[in-house]
């Protein structure tokens, strides 16, 4: 019968130093054992056992270890998956002890058959093995021959219409070589003066050869400068390994470098090489690796081994390429030049006169009234023909400063009328000969007559306009006045008449003219403007005048005023003014005067203006006295955070209480302007805190500190926050939302948005990802480090700009380590030395100090262990931390 058996987890049981065995619990134990065993078995536990269980208690203290060990083993070889993993952990340290001859055998077969099978499923995965290994290789190639190229074009167009060109087509031409390698062979000056050969992995010196006459330094230092130099390239820009800096060039030398598998050969030439010496020096370095392969891998310093390799650079120390010597064609050159001038003189004059005749052609053509129908050069005479207007501008005259010669000049001119304003008006003008007070004038292509005339004149000069000719310019003379004596003098009665009718306590009756005279009749207030005097200026003849005025008392405001005023003398302390029709009496006065005036109010003409004299105050000491201390209290009534209380006038004191917030104003400098005297004012303020919401702006305004980007307002009784700030103060603000509500006033943050400080977060990496590194010892970056601190302060300014246009305020925190070399109190000195200098040098390039803060971290936040390769070199620097407030 088959069972499934449940793990079962037994109890740690606390150990004692009780040797006697727990039998009830064994039993029990047991029992759940066979169950488990048979699900049918229905034994149950009455009492201790009968039989002895020591046995097999001492059975599991034992052997328990070595059958759990067993059951664990059995259980791996029972699970491929287990075994394979179990055996995979072993297998790589296995394999690292094996014999690598024995291993090699046994594995060959397996990887030949993997890799060809790999091959014929993804021939793309070799290929992407292959691709970093070849394309270096492909790419320097191809690109050693696109420098060939450029460089052959280059001396080609150089020397294309040269002498020296024209005798090297002749050479090309005779000796069946291209023109291009002829131009090189011959152009392209060039000697290599030293050769170098140098060890790949350790930089140094295998072998060294000189051509004669050159110099140079310790050969030694030369390679081990070439060296540190290809490293630094490598490091600074990520090169990879296999690619290296293949040409430096200053001056008249270039140095040129070819990398082997275990040397690199760098050969210094003086002066322009020919790109096919690449791969001359090339195969001078591939038969060194062939010849002496082993010895170059194994070179540590001894080059008795590889004597042969001079021998094989000499032979590229002598390449070379002499300047040729040979004269100047002097007699060709002057030969050309005799043949060459005077084609060219004569053409340039040539040139130069139909320039100059075009030059005349063009001002002719921008004159008005000239039309050019057409013009030609031939045989050295210029001809031109056309249309001209007699009133333009005569085209002999023009010729004038253009440097043409006029007796090579033949025109033919046919007169016409232009229809162009300015023609139009200047024969308008001759034919119709106008007075001196009317002027002519264009205006949009059309001609304008302004200004007065006799009739006679306006009659001609209306059919001259009917004359002109169609589609020309249209001639108005609708400006034009008739200036006979009747209608001029009809024409200034009307506007004396008119002026009448504007003046105030004037009525206009009846005017009319009749046989030369003037009769006007009407009504006038005495108080109004005298018609006679107005005649004045107006042109008109007074003795033409007959004039009727019946006196009456106008109604007019300004009128009414003027008689009050002479009736009433009011003190200076009033004064009238005229508002909305209405006369109105304002000021200070005694109550006998403000009797009288009160009368002469109720004695106005119905239908007249009312007269208030209700602003009018009585000028008493006491009633004075209490107006100002009313306008007191009024104004502290009005002032927010002040309650008044209680307020009262007794015995000349004046007494006043409340409350008062202590953000609102001082009630003792509100007294100032009232007239009342603060000696006679006693005054009791409780302060609170009011719940003004202006008050409560001022409040959260000093306690929150809003950043700039917050904007807190008023909106109907309600104070909201708007705006993006910092997810710091955003909590703060909502903290201070929950207090104030509390005292029912609402604070609304609902608005605010937290700052979106993506933008910053780039520049923020760019700046904490850069150090200021140091030389063992020193406190002061080297003149390597100076773009970096250029371009740190550019990003720290622009960081701080951008966080001032958030809402923020950015800090900047420099701190300075060392490496692990010397004591560690003077490395914690010189770390805070170094950010002292950095923080002194950004300053030194616009950074405000207020932004930098400085300290000195020692040896305690090294960027690598000091037990690294880099370690020392890369601890000994300065790093930036950005803060946002």
Not at 734 to 755: H, I, P, T
């Amino acid at each position: 019968m088959t069972s499934t058996v449940d793990p079962i987890s037994l109890p740690q049981r606390t150990a004692s130093n009780d040797t006697e065995i727990d039998r009830e619990a064994l039993a029990r134990l047991l029992i759940e054992i066979a169950r488990n065993v048979d699900p049918d078995y229905r034994a149950c536990f009455d009492g201790v056992p009968t039989a002895d269980p020591r046995m097999e208690t001492l059975r599991q203290l034992l052997v328990s270890r070595e059958i759990s060990e067993l059951s664990r083993v059995t259980h791996l070889l029972d699970e491929p998956e287990q075994l394979a993993a179990a055996v995979g952990g072993v297998l790589p340290s296995a394999a690292a002890r094996a014999s690598h001859a024995l291993l090699g055998e046994a594995l060959a077969p397996a990887v030949e058959r993997a890799v060809q099978r790999s091959i014929q499923k993804s021939p793309r995965t070799l290929t992407d093995i292959l691709y970093p290994v070849f394309l270096p290789a492909i790419r320097k190639s191809i690109g050693e021959k696109i420098d060939q190229t450029f460089q052959s074009l280059n001396e080609t167009l150089r020397h294309i219409f040269t002498w020296h060109g024209l005798k090297w087509r002749f050479e090309s031409w005779r000796t069946g070589a291209s023109f291009s390698e002829v131009v090189l062979k011959h152009s392209l000056i060039y000697r290599v003066e030293h050769v170098f050969l140098i060890n790949r992995n350790s930089g140094l010196l295998i072998a060294h050869v000189t051509a004669d006459n050159a110099t140079s330094e310790d050969p030694q230092l030369i390679s081990s400068m070439l060296s540190a130099i290809q490293d630094f390239v490598k490091d600074s820009f990520n090169e990879k390994e296999q690619s290296g800096l293949d040409t430096i060039r200053f001056g008249d030398l270039r140095l040129w470098s070819e990398v082997g598998p275990f040397a690199t050969l760098v050969s210094v030439i003086r002066g322009n090489p020919p790109e096919e010496l690449h791969e001359i020096v090339r195969d001078v370095l591939l038969r060194i690796h062939a010849e002496c392969s082993q010895a170059l891998e194994q070179f540590d310093g001894d080059s008795s081994q590889l004597a042969g390799v001079e021998a094989q650079l000499q032979t590229c120390v002598e390449l070379k390429q002499e300047e040729s010597n040979q004269g100047f064609p002097w007699l060709v050159v002057a030969a050309a030049l005799l043949v060459l001038i005077p084609a060219g003189g004569w053409f340039f004059l040539s040139w130069q006169s139909g320039q100059r005749w075009q030059a005349y052609v063009s001002r002719l053509e921008t004159q008005p009234g000239i039309i050019v129908a057409e013009q030609k050069i031939r045989g050295g005479q210029f001809y031109i023909a056309g249309l001209r207007d007699p009133l333009a501008a005569n085209p002999q005259s023009l010729l004038s400063g253009t440097q043409v010669d006029p007796a090579r000049v033949h025109s033919q001119w046919q007169f016409y009328q232009s229809l162009e304003p300015e023609f139009v008006l200047k024969r308008l003008t001759a034919s119709l000969a106008p007075p001196d007070t009317v002027r002519f004038s264009i205006v949009d292509d059309r001609i304008i007559a302004e200004g007065e005339a006799p009739d006679t004149w306006i009659d001609r000069a209306r059919a001259a306009a009917r004359e002109l000719s169609a589609g020309g310019p249209v001639f108005d003379i609708s400006k034009v006045r008739d200036v006979s004596p009747e209608a001029r003098a009809a024409e200034r009665w009307q506007a004396y008449v008119s002026r009448l009718g504007t003046q105030p306590g004037i009525i206009v009756a009846e005017q009319k003219i009749r046989d030369g005279q003037f009769y006007i009749s009407g009504l006038r207030d005495p108080l109004g403007a005298d018609p006679q005097a107005l005649l004045s200026g107006t042109q008109v003849d007074p003795a033409r005048v007959h004039s009727q005025w019946q006196f009456y008392q106008s109604l007019e405001p300004e009128f009414v005023l003027k008689r009050l005023t002479a009736s009433l003398y009011p003190p200076d302390t009033v004064r009238f003014s005229i508002v909305d029709s209405r006369i109105v009496a304002e000021g200070e006065a005694p109550d006998t005067w403000i009797d009288r005036a009160r009368a002469a109010a109720r004695q106005l003409s119905a239908g007249g203006p009312e007269f208030d004299i209700s602003k009018v105050r009585d000028v008493s000491p006491e009633a004075r006295a209490a107006e100002h201390w009313q306008y007191y209290v009024s104004r502290l009534e009005a002032q927010s955070g002040i309650i008044v209380a209680q307020q009262a006038a007794r015995g000349g004191h004046f007494y006043i209480s409340g409350l008062r917030d202590p953000l609102a104003a001082d009630p003792q400098a509100l007294l100032s302007g009232t007239g009342v005297d603060p000696a006679r004012v006693h005054s009791q303020w409780q302060f609170y805190q009011s719940l003004d919401p202006k008050f409560v702006v001022k409040r959260l305004t000093a306690s929150l500190t809003p950043p700039k980007s917050v904007r807190l307002s008023i909106i109907q009784g309600r104070i909201v926050a708007e705006g993006e700030a910092p997810a710091a103060w955003i909590n703060r603000a909502q903290a201070a939302a929950e207090q104030l509500s509390a005292d029912g006033v609402v604070l609304d943050v609902s608005q605010l948005r937290e700052l979106d400080l993506a933008e910053l977060n780039h520049l923020r990496q760019a700046i904490q990802t850069t150090d200021i590194f140091f030389s063992s010892g020193k406190v002061v970056p080297g003149p390597e480090q100076t773009p970096v601190l250029d371009r740190l302060a550019d990003q720290i300014k622009e960081f701080a700009q951008d966080a001032r246009k958030s809402g923020v305020t950015a800090r900047f925190m420099l701190t300075g380590h060392s490496d692990a070399t010397g004591r560690e109190t003077a490395n914690a000195s010189i770390s805070a030395a170094r950010a002292e200098t950095v923080r002194a040098l950004l300053k030194k390039r616009g950074v405000a100090p207020e932004l930098l803060l400085v300290r000195g971290a020692g040896t305690f936040e090294p960027a690598v262990p000091e037990n690294s390769q880099t370690g020392s070199s890369t601890n000994r620097r300065v790093s930036v931390t950005v803060n946002l407030d």
